[in-house]
């Protein structure tokens, strides 16, 4: 009995440690990680393949409740009615973003902390935010002078539950632990946000400095 005990206790132990080696795996939640690099031992995807992973990766999202989104809030005070527009931030506080629509603002801009913010490229009016995204289908910015909150004048809007899909206009946003996706199918394009950076998707290049405005940090555009 002693023998088969101890034969026992050492398969349980053997098993203990495989579960713990080898390569960890990504939880559910998270978007496939060829979408966002490759490894060194493949063929790197194409801009149109990546979009492709993107795309279908976002429109697979579990779907809320748009019209739970119309609100924002400076946390004092009654939330404010945004109307046609909506509002969002992840369950880390990281990602903020919201639509301007009631503006004719197409897309949507989001303050995303940055573990390494955009420098800013001079001297400006107001104050520098590296981490401020302005996303518009065929055009992208990171970085941005602001001599007002803009959009955010009203604050923030609800959370946007992990592995969420939020779907408004021509755009799909979905939420996942490893950051904000979202992207305009009409257009082709589509943008990663994490505090890791910003990763731009589809027919998006960058912009060089000597053109565009001297406000932005970095830009991209098809």
Known sequence: MRIAALAALILALSACSQSTSGRPQPSPDQPPVTSISTPASSTPQSPESQLKDRISWAQAGNAVDASHYHSASTGSGAAADLK????????????????????????????VKLKNPIPKPGDGFGNWDGGYVDYS????????????????????????????????GNY??????????????????GVQMSDDGIVPFGCLAEVPESKREPSIGRAFSC
Not at 86 to 91: D, G, L, Y
């Open 84 to 111: 046609s527009d909506v509002a969002f931030v992840s369950p880390s506080g990281k990602i903020s973003c919201i639509t301007g629509t009631e503006y004719q603002i197409d897309g949507l801009v989001c303050v």
């Open 172 to 189: 799909v946003c979905r939420i996942a632990t490893s950051g904000l996706t979202c992207v305009n199918p009409s257009t082709r394009t």
């Open 137 to 168: 289908g065929q055009h992208l910015s990171v970085g941005q002078f602001r001599g007002d909150p803009g959009l955010f004048i009203h604050g923030d809007g609800q959370t946007l539950p992990y592995d969420s899909k939020l779907t408004f």
